[in-house]
């Protein structure tokens, strides 16, 4: 029968020897990744010639300062109306059916091409050829688009009564 084990000996590694361990992982992982290593290093020779990296480096130095001024203009009020404009815009899209956006792009885009056309031909409209429009069914139904459109506007427009 064995004796038994009373003590274990740990084996203390040295620190030369921890940093050979370390070069060797880092060695082996140099070798696995050398095309994307070669990359890397000719990116970073070219912002070096163009003087990217020290444009970077100064803008370390000073992020402090370029922070505070970061801070200074989106702290402006046209910056935080924009935010704020853009944050409501941002809700009414996403509120809408997207068919009857994209219909109503594609209306507009139709229109203002025959607007130009009708522009380029340099027509002109009389008062007598402005009523007999009104019949033409693609005018009736922009014009009966338009006044519900408007009435809608002035319904969301009417001030609540308290």
Known sequence: ???PI???KRTERSELEIQQEKL???????AEQE???QKIMEITG????????????????SKEKITGI?????SREPVTNLLNNVMAGAGILTALDPATIQQLSKSVQKGLSEAEQGNEEGQKTGLLQLM??????DINRAL?????????????LEKPTE
């Open 70 to 74: 970061a801070l200074g203009q989106v």
């Open 46 to 61: 070219e912002l070096h010639k163009i003087g990217a990296l020290d444009a970077l480096q100064a803008m370390l130095h």
């Open 35 to 37: 095309e994307s290593l």
């Open 6 to 8: 009373t003590s274990i």
């Open 144 to 156: 009966t688009f338009g006044m519900n459109f408007l009435k809608g506007m002035g319904k969301g």
């Open 1 to 3: 029968m064995a004796a």
């Open 132 to 137: 007999k429009s009104i019949n033409d069914p």
């Open 24 to 30: 060797a992982e880092l060695q082996k992982q140099i």
